[in-house]
């Protein structure tokens, strides 16, 4: 498997990756967890900044092919727009918006983005399937 690729990436890419991985597993800890504890406000503020730098940083990333924006882009404006909002909310006592909002962002700026990223042709999309094809190839030399 050839990590090259992901190692000569953008620091925007590493900073983004970084951030992305991180808020994925705080978010998914978040979303199973007791709520409104001070444990849950305090990861809850340190998902926020790691989903605005994910955000923020995927402005540096351009297109699928470094040409440009892409429509994958549109999410980090909901990103920039929905945390805010779901700010304003709890702190306006309004907890089921507050969750709902936090709900879509984890999805549609974490799940949704990263899926889209696993398709074919994209750097995690490669390292992916060389990844499973190792897998695969290992597997059936040992069962020989």
């Known amino acids: 498997m050839n990590y090259?690729?992901?190692l000569n990436a953008s620091p925007a890419i590493h900073i983004h990756?970084?951030?992305t991985i991180l808020a994925l597993a705080l978010g998914a800890f978040m979303l199973i967890r007791r709520k409104g504890t001070t444990s849950h406000r305090l990861f809850g503020w340190i998902w926020v900044a790691l989903m605005l730098v994910?955000?923020?940083?995927?402005?540096?990333?351009?297109g699928l092919r470094g040409d440009g924006f892409s429509p994958i882009h549109i999410l980090s404006v909901v990103v920039l727009v929905s945390v805010p909002a779901a700010i304003f909310a709890i702190r306006n006592r309004r907890v089921n918006t507050h969750r709902r909002v936090m709900q879509i962002v984890f999805f549609s700026g974490l799940v949704l983005p990263g899926l889209l990223t696993l398709l074919p042709g994209r750097l995690l999309g490669r390292l992916m399937t060389d990844g499973l094809a190792l897998l695969a190839q290992s597997s059936l030399a040992l069962a020989q």
């Open 17 to 19: 990756l970084a951030a």
């Open 54 to 62: 994910a955000a923020i940083s995927s402005f540096w990333i351009t």
């Open 4 to 6: 090259m690729p992901l």
